[in-house]
Each structure stands twice: as C-alpha cells, then as structure tokens.
C-alpha cells in the first residue's frame, strides 16, 4: 500500500513569528493516522520548526539545498548541513528553482545524488509548462524531465524518493489540472517508472500531484488511483486550510 502524503510548501513565506503561531495552531489538530504530513518552511525556520515537531507526526522538510557537500558557495546549504539540524526530507527541482534559478536537468542530477548520498528523503517536482500542453509535448517533457534528472538512480534509492508532478500553469495560478488529466499523467509517470525502474517500485512510489490544490478540490483530485496526495503551496500557509488538505482522503 503506497503512503499517502500532504506536504506544505510555504516557498518565502513565514518569518519566524508567523511559523511558531502556525506551529502552535498545527499542535492543536488530531492527524489522520493513515495521512503523512509534512511542512516545508524557510531555512532559518527549520530548525525552530523541527525541535518544535519533534513529538509530533508533522515532518519538517527543506525545499532546497546544493549539491555540494561544503565549499565556496555563498548563500547555499548542503544536506549534511539540513541533517545536521533534523531534517532528512528535502523537495529537489520546484518549477520556481528551475524558472528563477537555472536549476537546470544535470544541476538536479547532482542534487538529487547528494540527498541520496545523505540518505535523505527527496520530494522531486517536475512538470510541464503551458506551452507543453498546448503542443501535445506534455507527456514527452515529463518523461524527459524524469529521465534527466532521476531515473539514473539505483533500484534501492527508489525508497528514498516521492514524486510530485506539478504542471506549471497550475502553480498559484488558481488553475488546476482537472483530476482526470491528473490520473492520466500519473498513471504515465508510473507506467514510465515501471519501464525505468521496475513495476514494484512503479507500484510502491507515492506521486503527488501540486497546482493549486485547495480543500474545495483535493477530495475530488486525491481520489484518483494514481494521485497519492498532495504539495501545497498557497493553501498551506494556513492551519484551517492545511488541514482541510490532510483531511481529504
Ligand atoms: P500552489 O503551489 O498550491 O500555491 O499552486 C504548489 C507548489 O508550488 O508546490
């Protein structure tokens, strides 16, 4: 049986005030036993936010770190530094890094080697963009993305991966994919694991689906066979709406 997971990706948002009322309002919630949920705050909230979480079943995760294992590298955070303060988990290729930071295919390879080295958890995001979509590329830039930047890993690294399809038209756009071209990407995804990888693991790996997931929609998009949970970035940011999100399988 493949995890269900609800991860909350809070990008720049929440300063440290604003994290430990979210964390105060969070402690108050009974969790879904059969849910894994995760929250992805800034750098300089993680470790505040994981001693914080530390009894409780909300994993804390980074959404970003560099390949390197230290060095020359201004302004950057590796994973033996995020293990070094409790977190194993860590979101590897977001759109925004890809669109904003030249986080290109090979850059992600190295990254999601690195975290795999650490023995971390990685939350790997890809998808298409809207001209994809309109070109009937979208399936070829998917697997292409895969392909690139993760299928070269090794049969046993699969269980330290979850994926996350995110169509970038869908990202804090208000746009959602319906759920129906939800399942059939993440039926591909899987049937193109299984090819890469194998069908166990095809079967085994949890794929989120990400693009403004919100409570009035996660039900219907989290009932799909292949669609295993959620990364969520705007409605995350919020207890009440969070949990509507967790709450929703
Ligand atoms: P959104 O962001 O839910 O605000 O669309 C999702 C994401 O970028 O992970």
Same mark, same amino acid.
């Given at each position: ?60 995760? @980074? +959404?970003? &770190? !560099? ?10 955070? #590796?994973? *033996?530094?995020?293990?070094? =303060? ?95 071209? @939800? +399942?059939? &990407? !993440? ?10 990888? #194998?069908? *166990?693991?095809?079967?085994? =790996? ?44």
């Amino acid at each position: 049986m493949r995890k269900q997971i609800v991860a909350g990706n809070w990008k720049m948002n929440h300063d440290l005030a604003e994290t430990e009322s979210f964390l105060v309002g969070l402690k108050e919630q009974v969790f879904p036993e059969e849910v894994t949920v995760m929250i992805a705050p800034s750098f300089t909230q993680l470790h505040h936010t994981y001693k914080s979480l530390r009894d409780h079943p909300v994993t804390t995760v @980074a +959404q970003n &770190m !560099h390949q390197a294992a230290n060095g020359a590298f201004t302004g950057e955070v #590796s994973a *033996k530094m995020l293990k070094s =303060v409790g977190i194993n988990t860590v979101i590897i290729g977001h759109s925004e890094r890809r669109a904003y930071f030249n986080e290109d295919h090979d850059t992600l390879a190295e990254k999601v080697n690195a975290a795999i080295e650490e023995d971390m958890t990685i939350i790997f995001c890809f998808g298409e963009e809207l001209n994809d979509r309109k070109s009937d590329a979208h399936f070829d830039v998917v697997k292409k993305q895969l392909e690139d930047s993760l299928f070269h890993i090794s049969d046993h690294s699969w269980k330290q991966v979850i994926l996350a399809y995110e169509p970038v038209w869908a990202i804090g756009t208000g746009e959602t994919a319906s759920p129906e071209q @939800a +399942q059939e &990407m !993440h039926a591909f995804i899987r049937k193109e694991i299984a090819a890469a990888a #194998s069908q *166990k693991i095809a079967d085994e =790996v949890s794929i989120l689906y990400g693009g403004s997931v919100k409570p009035n929609n996660a039900t219907e998009i989290f009932g799909k066979k292949d669609v295993d949970g959620g990364l969520i970035g705007g409605a995350s940011l919020a207890v009440d709406s969070f949990m509507e999100i967790v709450n929703s399988f």
